[in-house]
């Protein structure tokens, strides 16, 4: 039986890592669908999605009317000869895959049939001490509010609340553009040296690499001991993570090792990693719901 080539969605604006990956995808078979405004498409079922040729425009009128991405956009497409497959899924055969930001894909992947893995919103509150090295709590802004020291505060899973060292709590955003009951995770501030980013895939570190350094971009390859303490993490925490997910540490300037945060692998760079790697572990972390394994049922955005 041959199967149809696997299908990644792409957002309209792509960064340099999202490019990477498109090629790499190209590469390896995969179509790519592009848009180039913000539509929804209505399903695989729709008008025109499968074997679009090269440089096809989205029906008129395919997006879902009244929903949040219904500007009735045009997609562009490309695709290769040949297909990477790993079993059909859908109503025709096509495995769509989600490479893109959260505002994106919240939109998109319902639509198609996508289900979005992530890390539980408290996951990082509940490491051990031995792993973060600093005093991480998962609570709602209206909570940060209160706070009268310098903290670090961020949103768990996406960019919502900028991720930013705080004089106190009156510097947040206010109840006027956040709701008080909208959760953030509030640490001690750290600083590291030098930072890893580890592609996790089915227990194991499926790719990594340096993206920063004294807390400016510089990309490299994995560090040994980076690859190490990310074993650690997994050995302590990987059964209370998706089969696919991002995870950055870090290594401040005394030599300690922390993990700074996990990110959902569909919606990471890759950096420096080794590409074809990194974009296994998106179209895990970004599938087909109809293809969840019973253990990632439970991470799914």
Not at 17 to 27: D, F
Not at 245 to 256: F, S, Y
Not at 259 to 270: D, F, H, L, R, T
Request: one cysteine or more; hydrophobic letters at 45%.
């Amino acid at each position: 039986m041959t199967c149809p080539p696997r299908i990644l969605v792409l957002p309209p604006r792509l960064t340099a890592s999202a490019r990477t990956l498109r090629a790499t995808a190209l590469r390896r078979g995969l179509r790519i669908v592009e848009a180039t405004a913000s539509a929804v498409p209505e399903g695989l079922g729709s008008p025109g999605w499968a074997g679009w040729p090269e440089g096809a425009k989205w029906p008129e009128g395919a997006g879902q009317a009244g929903s949040p991405g219904d500007a009735r956009g045009t997609w562009d497409t490309r695709g290769a000869g040949s297909a990477e497959s790993t079993g059909c899924t859908g109503s025709d055969g096509h495995a769509v895959h989600l490479h893109a930001g959260p505002s994106f894909a919240d939109v998109v992947a319902p639509a198609l049939g996508i289900a979005l893995l992530e890390a539980p919103a408290g996951w990082l509150a509940r490491l051990p001490r031995a792993l973060t090295r600093r005093d991480i709590r998962a609570m709602t802004i209206g909570e940060a509010y209160r706070l009268r020291r310098p903290a670090f505060v961020k949103s768990p899973n996406d960019k919502s609340i900028p991720a930013l060292v705080y004089a106190d709590g009156s510097r947040l955003p206010g109840p006027d553009a956040v709701d008080p009951a909208t959760v953030v995770l509030v640490s001690d501030v750290m600083t590291f040296a030098v930072e890893y980013r580890l592609h996790l895939l089915d227990g194991a570190v499926h790719a990594a690499g340096q993206y920063a350094e004294a807390g400016r971009l510089r990309l490299g390859p994995p560090d040994g001991d980076a690859l190490a303490f990310g074993r650690d993490v997994l050995a302590a925490a990987g059964k209370t993570l998706p089969s696919a997910i991002v995870v950055d540490v870090g290594r401040d300037d005394e030599g300690r090792w922390a993990v700074i945060e996990a990110n959902a692998a569909w919606a990471s760079g890759c950096y420096s990693a080794d590409p074809d790697r990194a974009l296994e572990t998106v179209l895990r972390a970004a599938g087909p719901a109809t293809a969840l394994s019973p253990h990632d049922r439970a991470f799914v955005r």
